[in-house]
């Protein structure tokens, strides 16, 4: 495994970077201040860099860490090994949730049945401005509720759950985020103590780079805006002002360049997977994947925090195509970039289904 | 015993150095009034001073800069009283304008200029000769060649200096300054002598209706250069090769023309009054000759004064030789006694092997590694370029920094991560930063930082800050303020309340002084390494002049009032090569306290050099380093 600056040179240096955060705060060398992530030194460790060895941008046999944590789980193609999948919203309504309070009452569920002593969640600063918290009172779950759509590098608080001994923890993250998750524990040295994560992955298309705020201050100087939502029709942009519609045209140029590379929408190595369902506001599409998520999901159901409902099969095809258009958008990206030389496929082209979809997309545009 | 300098024991022969004689020099001249502006290898002669004034009953000043020290002296000649000017080689051409106006006006009371140039720029960004200064400005000048005219030579320069009415350049270099040889004490004077009152027609006006005067004083000088002690032939009647030579290029010569066993065939022509050249006295020997090798530091000047000699004066047949294109002697850098040997020797037709090293015993033969110019541990810039490195980096803006003159120069190499993008002159990087700044107009995003120390900020950046303010630059000045002008030795500046004569100062705060233009202005401490980074970052961000003070004592002035804070290294907590932090205290943070224990592979504090600042602690990953009484 190299180290550092070969994590600065493929991933840094090419933009790649998710800004999961897994790196961060065991190293001296690389910083972060808003969306910058660098190697602000250079690192003089060659091999074994633990940077490298959970970065999700880095070359990982993505097939084989699936196997490794989701085994037996029937594997689509499109959206990743899941059981089942439902939709699902929460029966009370937990601060300024995004769409069903699902994910809210999935953690409330996951600390009332002491599943974990811990949850690693993204909140804010100000509204928009996302700020990861490590929480341990299911109280303060509603402070962070709703979804942040600027990329905050909220993994770096692993560390800081390590050394307050945490043991069991539950990590709400985006697919970056999980992937990231599992790479720490497949890759991971055996002399580190084991962390039991529970994973929550959200559905992530993008996140938006920090200069978007500026481009909000510009475009409507004085309002702060406390919340962001993607319904169908585009972006709103809510304040005590009023909502404000920003056209998906104009929010694309602030898209960090590093999502262009994802190929994962449904956070695929998650124990449980959430995101909006689109057909209905006030609901979520859930995707249960592991034995543990099944084993959460069924918790807060007991508990009767939850609605859960079967999912309409024709809106699990569209989950479906929207996932696989993803996958196809970024396997052309690292595609282009592998064939101008800008950085090696941190993936195997030649697994599936990336094959497949590379040879169903060849001769489309981009491709 | 009493001090040699103040000794009042005329005829006793001391071991001086070469600034000590300078200064006992000056007191026998009588000095009332001393100035300067410290600066290697000068630096010492003023603290000197400052240290016997009450005793000598003088008044000396560590002034805000060397043109605040040269008119200082200008003002109090005025009052008929001596006053001695010292700066170096760069100090000189800041006090440049004053020279020139001075050479025109004249003095009154006698004011030296004593100018310690540095060849080979040992402690300076430059090894300029400062002698090209006192022709352009049209001052006499001498140039010791021992230590005895050291001493000898500033009574000489005052007498000169009154009797010409003019201004007088002394000098001297590294070798002078900071070597050490015999020195017969003369006589102090019995009283001091008392200012004279200024009548209404007394004036120093410096204007060009007075440019011929200046000539009639030049030529005055070389007359009394014609005939002085301090220039001396030695060799036979009719030389095969006259070496012309002044300063420690005599000293070399000597010892070439010994060590070659040349002292029946090569004269040495010493020169001790450089400029103007004494024509009649030089002729005389040029005319026994037929070849003219000059040695000199640093510039070949005196080769072309005897150049100019030659040129007029067209019966000669001489072939000249020196620095100039190399003809025998390099261009550049400082020489030395093999350099001076091997070009003699070449010019003889001699077969010289200098001296091999591998003569040294097997014994004396010690592996130093070789090791870059760093800060000192616990050095406050250490943990500001380490910031400031790493909040631009982190930026991803690529920050542009303008770098000034102080110990924080050595910024430049690998202590400072290389940070520096400018090194010139003192006070330059506030108005390089100005400047580039205002590109932003065109479409230039870059941030530009200019950093100066608070002795620099005082001495040279007062009308560049002005000068950013007035037209709202867009940058960031950093002002590294670690209360001492600590390169040169912990010289007062105006930022300090105590002076060069240990006597209480009106201390000016900095922060009031930027308020004051109109700046708004931050003070941190570079040693709170994350709250610094995070408002470095916030400060670049910003458009228009912001301007951020770094504060904290420079660590080896602060840890003889402060004392030291034990600092270790808990081996249990610290992973060594394990870690994965690649041995970041003592490879990246680099302090010279922060070593490697070879023997259990872990790092360890070397508590000899440690001042226990426990910035290390903050950075180490694991936490490994313990402070006492916990972090800084």
């Not at chain 2, 004593?114 to 402690?123: E, G, I, K, Y």
């Not at chain 2, 090769?241 to 010493?270: C, H, M, P, Q």
Request: glycine share 10%; net charge negative; hydrophobic share 40%.
């Amino acid at each position: 495994m190299p180290g550092g600056m070969q994590l600065k040179t493929e991933v840094l240096a090419t933009s790649a970077c998710a800004l999961c955060g897994a790196c961060l705060d065991w190293c001296p060398y690389l910083k972060n201040m808003e969306d910058h992530l660098v190697l602000s030194f250079d690192c003089p460790v060659q091999e074994h860099g633990r940077c490298y060895s959970v970065c999700p941008r880095t070359f990982t046999d993505w097939q084989a860490v699936n196997e490794h944590f989701l085994a037996g789980i029937p594997y689509d193609a499109d959206i990743g090994a899941f059981q089942t999948v439902y939709r699902v919203k929460g029966r009370q309504p937990l601060g300024e949730q995004q769409d069903g309070g699902t994910v809210s009452t999935l953690l409330q569920t996951a600390l009332l049945e002491k599943m974990v002593d811990a949850m690693l969640v993204t909140g804010h600063e100000d509204g928009l401005t996302p700020l990861p918290f490590l929480m341990e009172d299911a109280g303060d779950i509603q402070k962070v509720a709703g979804s942040r759509f600027l990329a905050s590098p909220g993994l770096r608080k692993i560390i800081e759950a390590r050394e307050k001994g945490i043991e069991k923890l539950a990590v709400v993250g985006r697919p970056c985020q999980v992937q990231a998750l599992r790479k720490m524990e497949y890759n991971k040295p055996p002399e580190v103590p084991a962390l039991d994560v529970l994973s929550i992955g959200l559905f992530c298309m993008w996140s938006l780079a920090w200069s978007f705020k500026d481009y909000l201050a510009r475009t409507y100087p004085g309002i702060t805006f406390s919340r962001m939502a993607i319904p169908q029709h585009g972006v709103e942009l809510i304040s005590n002002e009023g909502t404000k519609q920003v056209s998906l045209e104009a929010i694309k140029e602030y898209i960090r360049p590093g999502c262009a590379y994802c190929l994962d929408m449904t956070a695929e190595l998650a124990d449980i997977s959430v995101g909006a369902f689109e057909p209905a506001l006030g609901w979520n599409t859930v995707l249960v994947r592991s034995e543990r998520g099944k084993d959460l999901l069924e918790r807060a159901r007991s508990r009767d925090l939850l609605q859960v409902e079967e999912y309409p099969p024709e809106e699990l095809n569209r989950l479906r195509q929207a996932s696989r258009n993803k996958k196809a958008r970024g396997l052309s990206m690292i595609k282009q970039a592998a064939d101008q030389q800008r950085f090696a496929p941190f993936i195997d082209m030649s697994q599936s289904p990336y094959q497949e979809i590379i040879a169903e997309s060849s001769g489309k545009e981009g491709f | 015993m009493e001090w040699m300098v103040t000794a009042n024991e005329p005829g006793k022969t001391y071991l001086m150095q070469g600034n000590e004689a300078i200064v006992r020099g000056a007191l026998e001249a009588g000095i009332r009034f001393a100035a300067a502006y410290p600066g290697s290898p000068s630096s010492e002669i003023m603290t000197m001073l400052g240290h016997v004034a009450d005793d000598m009953d003088i008044y000396a000043e560590w002034s805000t800069n060397e043109n605040c020290a040269f008119q200082a002296c200008m003002g109090a000649s005025m009052g008929r009283v001596r006053s001695l000017c010292v700066v170096k080689q760069n100090g000189l051409l800041t006090l440049g304008d004053s020279l020139h106006t001075a050479g025109l006006s004249g003095c009154k009371g006698g004011v030296v200029l004593l100018v310690a140039d540095d060849p080979n720029a040992h402690s300076s960004t430059n090894e300029f000769d400062s002698r090209h200064q006192a022709r352009a400005a049209g001052i006499p000048m001498l140039e010791p060649a021992t230590f005895q005219e050291a001493k000898d030579m500033m009574i000489y320069a005052f007498e000169l200096s009154e009797q010409l009415q003019q201004v007088v350049m002394v000098r001297s270099v590294t070798r002078i300054c900071h070597g050490r040889g015999n020195v017969t004490l003369g006589e102090l004077p019995a009283s001091p002598s008392q200012p004279l009152p200024i009548g209404e027609w007394d004036k120093l006006i410096s204007i060009n209706w007075f440019h011929d005067l200046q000539f009639t004083k030049l030529d005055q000088a070389q007359a009394a250069f014609e005939e002085n002690p301090f220039n001396w032939y030695t060799g036979p009647e009719e030389p095969e090769l006259l070496v012309v030579t002044s300063g420690t290029g005599w000293l070399y010569s000597v010892e070439a023309v010994d060590a070659l066993k040349l002292g029946d065939r090569v004269g040495i022509l010493k020169l001790g009054t450089t400029y103007p050249l004494p024509e009649k006295f030089v002729l005389r020997y040029l005319e026994k000759t037929s070849r003219v090798l000059v040695v000199e530091e640093v510039d070949p000047v005196l080769e072309l004064n005897v150049a100019n000699v030659i040129a007029h004066n067209p019966g000669l047949n001489v072939s000249l030789y020196g620095r100039y294109q190399k003809s025998a002697l390099p261009q550049s850098f400082e020489l030395n006694p093999d350099v001076v040997i091997a070009a003699l020797a070449s010019l003889m037709g001699i077969e010289y092997q200098a001296p091999q090293t591998g003569e040294v015993p097997a014994d004396a033969v010690v592996n130093i590694p070789a090791r870059d110019l760093t800060f000192c541990a616990g050095c406050p810039h250490r943990a500001s370029f380490f910031l400031l490195k790493q909040t631009l980096r982190i930026h991803e803006s690529n920050g542009v920094v303008m770098g000034d003159i102080g110990c924080y120069t050595m910024g430049g190499n690998r202590a400072g991560h290389f940070l520096l993008q400018s090194i010139a002159c003192m006070g330059a990087g506030i108005n390089m930063g100005e400047g580039l700044g205002h590109l932003s107009r065109f479409g230039f995003e870059q941030p530009v930082v200019a950093l100066a120390g608070d002795s620099t900020f005082f001495h040279s950046c007062l009308p560049g800050l002005v000068n950013a303010r007035y037209h709202d630059a867009n940058m960031l000045f950093v002002i590294l303020d670690n209360s001492a002008t600590a390169m040169t030795g912990f010289q007062p500046h105006p930022g300090i309340p105590l002076n060069c004569m240990g006597k209480p100062a009106n201390a000016i705060s900095i922060e009031k002084v930027v308020e004051g233009i109109g700046c708004s202005v931050t003070v941190a401490d570079p040693y709170e390494i994350e709250a610094t980074t995070q408002l470095v970052y916030d400060l670049i961000k910003q458009p228009g002049l912001k301007v951020l003070i770094l504060r904290q004592p420079c660590a080896t002035l602060a840890v003889r009032t402060k004392g030291r804070r034990k600092v270790w290294v808990d081996p249990d907590l610290c992973r060594g090569d394990e870690c994965g932090c690649g041995r970041f205290c003592s490879k990246t943070w680099g302090c010279p306290g922060n070593i490697w224990d070879y023997e259990i592979g872990k790092a360890k504090i070397d508590e000899v050099v440690c001042i226990g600042c426990g910035v290390c602690a903050s950075l180490c990953p694991a936490g490994a380093i313990k402070v006492e009484g916990g972090q800084a």
